[in-house]
């Protein structure tokens, strides 16, 4: 005799490559806060390995967001996915990295209910601007970074969709209109069909740091927290000319190096500093843990046959249960 | 933390693939498992043996219906049962968070404010258990876990129905005495009353680290549990009135789940907002972690060999209770400054790397050390090791006792074994200069003084100044360690409390890991350390060292688990802490291989851990086993089971070589290897073998009876050392 307890049941599937999804990511990101990509937690048939996945939006040539996945995959430092296993040519276009508990920066300041502590966006500064540098160190551009973009864990951010103002439109064609990107985060230079270029990554690293201070990517200069406004306000100069330097950020933001740190050694990063236990808002690690918590226990049907595809949504934060019930909304 | 499966693990029980063991005792398994749905669930399992007595067999379908009772809320949800399996199994939602014990273990007791936060939640658990008229009646630290939304109360194994008599003489011998209620311990009814003595219990716990009525012998426990007034010492002071009431001895004169939840906390805020920003990491930590779990299953051990090897070391359990002195040679004074010695064939040996046999060609086999020494008293113990440090051509070897030698022919310097007051010895040797934590001799009261760091003479051993006082530690406790001195810091354990003489660890002890500025005597900080059990003879640390502002350590825990444990140099805080699964925890006593920004470890595979955070860089496959590694020059030395030595391109974990010619089978993996400039030393059977770092194969062996071997650079020798004595070997 077997007895089955009561849990979520078996749900419906929808199938991208050789995963099986679990649950959107974005679910729970307000509605105008645009995403560049689709992005699902999906599970591999033999359910031993859980990704994140990503699927073009529609209106985005497959070929092109396909070209920015395969870059991605070379990207380095700490606070970065790259992807590692992408679609098959000929086969629709997805790519997927290993899942690690993460909310999105706009489903994180939903969780927190407004915008985040100043100590807290500090540290996702130096963290950003640290990774964008080295990023750039590869002679790279990330042309993606947005508030839905950043992804937070329980020990600092990590940063997505990188490309995404290059997959949406080539260069020379306004971009405005370009499906999935933020216009606050957009440098007016891309929007106008630039080629997107280092300083651009610092204009969006001023939008998405201002949304999260303020819940808005471009907010009027007086809500932006003091002591963060005249950097904000200077990210997003019109002119690239006028943004600072990264390095600028982390040394404004970090402070000077670790006192403690005996002569001769260092810190890896500045940001190490700023991420220790304390720098995330206690009920945004509990929404951190709860997802995990959450996918821990989802169940999925794995094809056996092609079925019908069905979407599944999962919300973060909720009742303070250990694993909550999944929610259905098709 | 879960481990690999063992190769008589079973596959799969019910619709449950078995991914990992979460743990393991006397009574069945828990597993990580996984359902087709790709679920990740605990699976508790009962053994078959055990299942076979109908009143385990009952028990354990009432805990899976107890685990129901509680809910998901407080308890671990039940996804899946099986009672009625040849197995019996039951599936429960994999639960993120530390058990209490853990907990404060790992990172120390809990503020007021978390305790109470706790203390509610745990009366609503119980209220919810007891308004279904069941008790829990084992509700101790370990049984609960700490999620980032609530205690979760776990392992119902005794839970019973208030009034079911026949499970109540099933279950009489039950319970866990530093937190059975005075009612159990005489074997009466333990109704709802006992539980909420428990709950107090937990929190008396919680807040100071240790039971209300002490650790130590279940009879001594059980008798203070009946008689004694409870120890609230450390209780935060608003708190202390409300469990003292809690711990009433009469039942009746206790509150109920609701009036004490109404008195700990007014429900405000969300759990986590009321937990140290270091547990809340923990639990963080681990909901990302267990999202690295890969299935594994370990090989069938050869038969023989392990079981010999264990039984042995449960044999050997001798006393950190002073040396013993061997032979009588001490008295005797035979030896001049003590300890006999050889010297055999210095120059030839030093001179080509090979000794000359009868004008012959260089011999490079079988050549026989520079010189032995003997120690005139047993060093080792069971706590430590018996460690050389060298200083000005004098080596020092320090155990329970020290000695000292001369490097150039092995000739005793002096002895510090005759020397009554001092009790073991912790010694250093960096910077230039010798230190010595002071361990002092047992007294009849096991007061003692406070523990002093000092600079001693190698010349003679003396004290030549006392750098720090750590005022009000007990320097007759034998538990304390000398950890590492960087940039005039120096990084100790120290102990308080009584020394009850059994030469390990003393009921009530309470250690410290603490740090004082050596220049200006200063304590910097000062963090507690687990309590542990009364004559348990594990240190807390294995190995220590700094690197950058942090403080890297290898913990070890009261049941032999080892957690790399980094803490911030200048304040002490725990900055991450992650288990490291090593089967013989005692290799780990060397040390530690680190750059600026990776740990190396070995032990069984190689791994390299991020300082920053933990991640775990690269790991070799558990297929083969490496002893500790060493770093030199982005190159990672080790010597892997099997293989013998190897080197490893430390950045991304890939081998560049191993040794070539060489019979391996016997390659010890016991220590890392010794590397001097021209020549990488290990043991490999009865020989200690001599790789040429430039062609990789065997250049030289020496004969060797060491167990543990060190480098001494300055002298440039290779000292082996084992239960009676030093061997010395050339160092190229």
């Known amino acids: ?330 | 933390m879960p481990t690999p499966l063992t190769h008589d693990d079973p596959v799969a029980l019910g619709p449950y693939r078995l991914i990992a063991r979460l743990g393991s005792g006397g009574m069945g398994t828990v597993y990580v498992a996984r359902s087709a749905g790709g679920r990740t669930v605990a699976l508790k399992t009962m053994h078959a043996a055990i299942a076979t007595d109908p009143a385990a067999r009952t028990r354990f379908r009432l805990e899976a219906d107890a685990a129901r009772v509680i809910g998901d809320r407080f308890g671990a949800r039940v996804m899946d049962a099986d009672p009625l399996a040849e197995t019996p199994w039951l599936a429960t939602e994999y639960v993120l968070g530390p058990p209490l014990d853990e907990a404060v273990e790992a990172g120390g007791t809990l503020p007021e404010q978390s305790v109470r936060a706790l203390g509610a939640a745990l009366c609503s658990a119980l209220g919810q258990l007891h308004g279904s008229d069941v008790v829990h009646r084992d509700l101790k630290p370990s049984n609960i876990l700490l999620t980032a939304y609530g205690p979760k109360v776990i392992d119902f194994g005794i839970a019973r129905v208030i009034g079911d008599e026949w499970l109540t003489r099933a279950g009489a011998a039950v319970g866990t005495p530093a937190f059975m209620s005075p009612e159990q311990a005489t074997g009466q009814e333990h109704d709802a009353a006992g539980d909420v003595f428990a709950l107090a219990g937990v929190l008396v716990y919680a807040a100071t680290g240790r039971g209300p009525f002490g650790n130590g012998q279940a009879a001594d426990l059980l008798y203070r549990v009946r008689y004694a007034d409870a120890d609230l010492a450390g209780v935060p002071v608003a708190l202390a009135p409300l469990l003292a009431q809690c711990l009433a001895k009469d039942p009746g004169q206790r509150p109920t789940t609701a009036q004490l939840a109404a008195q700990l906390h007014d429900g405000t805020g969300e759990f986590a907002e009321h937990l140290p920003h270091e547990l809340l990491a923990e639990i963080a930590r681990r909901a990302a972690d267990v999202w690295r779990l890969v299935p594994q299953r370990l090989p069938a051990p050869a038969a023989g060999p392990e079981t010999a090897a264990a039984t042995a070391a449960a044999a050997r359990r001798p006393s950190r209770r002073r040396f013993l002195v061997v032979g009588g040679a001490l008295a005797a004074g035979a030896a001049a400054g003590g300890g006999a010695w050889w010297w055999q064939g210095r120059a030839d040996a030093r001179g080509g790397g090979g000794t000359t046999e009868k004008g012959g060609a260089p011999r490079t086999r079988n050549i026989k050390p520079l010189w032995t020494y003997t120690f005139s008293a047993v060093l080792s113990d069971e706590m430590g090791s018996v460690v050389p440090q060298s200083l000005g051509g004098i080596i020092v070897v320090a155990g329970a006792g020290a000695e000292a030698v001369s490097a150039t022919n092995g000739v005793g310097v002096w002895d510090g074994n005759g020397r009554s007051e001092e009790r073991s010895w912790q010694t250093l040797v960096t910077g230039g200069r010798l230190y010595r934590l002071w361990i002092g001799e047992e007294t009849d009261d096991g007061i003692g003084s406070a523990v002093r760091l000092q600079i001693l003479d190698p010349k003679n051993g003396k004290t030549i100044k006392t750098l720090v006082r750590f005022a009000g530690t007990n320097d007759e406790l034998p538990t304390h360690q000398l950890l590492c001195i960087t940039d005039r810091v120096a990084y100790v354990v120290v102990g308080k409390g009584k020394d009850d003489g059994t030469g390990t660890f003393s009921a009530g002890e309470t250690d410290t890991l603490s740090a004082a500025d050596i220049e200006t005597g200063k304590l910097l900080w000062s963090k507690p350390l687990p309590v542990r059990f009364e004559t348990s003879s594990r240190l807390h640390f294995l190995a220590a060292k700094t690197v950058g502002s942090r403080l890297v350590t290898l913990q070890q825990s009261e049941n032999g688990t080892v957690h790399v444990v980094v803490w911030a140099a200048s304040t002490g805080a725990v900055v991450w802490k992650q288990p490291y699964d090593v089967d013989d925890p005692d290799i780990l006593r060397c040390e530690i291989a680190a750059d600026s920004d990776h740990l190396y470890l070995g032990g069984s595979r190689l791994w390299a851990l991020r300082l920053s955070d933990g991640a775990v860089t690269w790991k070799t496959s558990t297929e083969r086993a490496y002893g500790p590694p060493v770093l030199r020059a982005g190159i990672l030395y080790a010597v892997g089971d099997n293989a013998g030595l190897t080197a490893v391109d430390a950045r991304s974990g890939k081998a560049l070589w191993t040794e070539r010619g060489g019979e391996v089978g016997e390659a010890s993996t016991s220590g890392p290897p010794i590397l001097g400039t021209r020549y990488a030393y290990y043991k490999n059977g009865s020989l200690l073998r001599a790789v040429s770092l430039s062609d990789h194969t065997t250049a030289l062996t020496y004969q060797t009876s060491g167990k543990q071997f060190y480098a001494d650079s300055d002298a440039k020798l290779v000292l082996a050392v084992d239960g009676a004595g030093m061997t010395a070997y050339p160092l190229q």
Not at chain 1, 231 to 237: A, D, E, F, Q
Not at chain 1, 256 to 277: H, K, Q, W
């Open chain 1, 1 to 330: 005799m077997r007895v089955s307890g009561a849990g979520p049941g078996i749900r419906g599937t929808k199938q991208i490559g050789p995963y099986t999804v679990v649950t959107r990511l974005d679910a729970g990101v307000p509605v105008h806060t645009p995403v560049s990509e689709h992005r699902f937690i999906a599970r591999s048939a033999d359910g031993d390995r859980t990704v994140v996945v990503s699927r073009p939006l529609a209106g985005v040539d497959p070929r092109r967001f396909m070209a920015e996945a395969e870059a991605s995959r070379y990207l380095l430092g700490s606070w970065v996915l790259p992807a590692v296993e992408l679609a098959a040519s000929g086969e629709q276009p997805w790519h997927a990295r290993p899942y690690l508990p993460a909310l999105p920066l706009p489903v994180a300041l939903t969780v927190h209910g407004g915008p985040l502590p100043e100590s807290t966006v500090r540290a996702l500064a130096v963290a950003l601007a640290e990774n964008l540098a080295v990023i750039h160190g590869q002679s790279l551009t990330h042309a993606g970074l947005c508030p839905s973009a950043v992804l937070i864990a329980a020990d600092g951010p990590r940063l997505t969709c990188f490309g995404a103002v290059r997959a949406a439109a080539p260069d020379g064609v306004a971009r405005q209109e370009a499906p999935g990107l933020d216009p606050g985060s957009l440098p007016p230079e891309q929007a106008a069909g630039g080629q997107p270029r280092p300083m651009g990554d610092v204009y969006a690293l001023g939008a998405t740091l201002a949304y999260a201070a303020t819940g808005y990517s471009m907010p009027e200069r007086e809500e932006l927290p003091t002591s963060l406004r005249s950097l904000i306000t200077r990210c997003l100069s019109r002119d690239p000319a006028h943004r600072p330097q990264l390095i600028e950020i982390v040394d404004e933001l970090a402070g000077s190096p670790e006192s403690d740190a005996p002569a001769g050694f260092a810190a890896p990063t500045r940001a190490d500093a700023l991420l220790g236990p304390g720098w995330l808002p206690a009920r945004l690690v509990a929404a951190i843990v709860h997802q995990s918590a959450s996918v821990l226990a989802g169940e999925v049907q794995f094809p056996v046959q092609a079925q019908a595809p069905v979407h599944e949504s999962w919300a973060p934060g909720g009742a303070p249960s250990g694993a909550p019930e999944p929610r259905r909304t098709h």
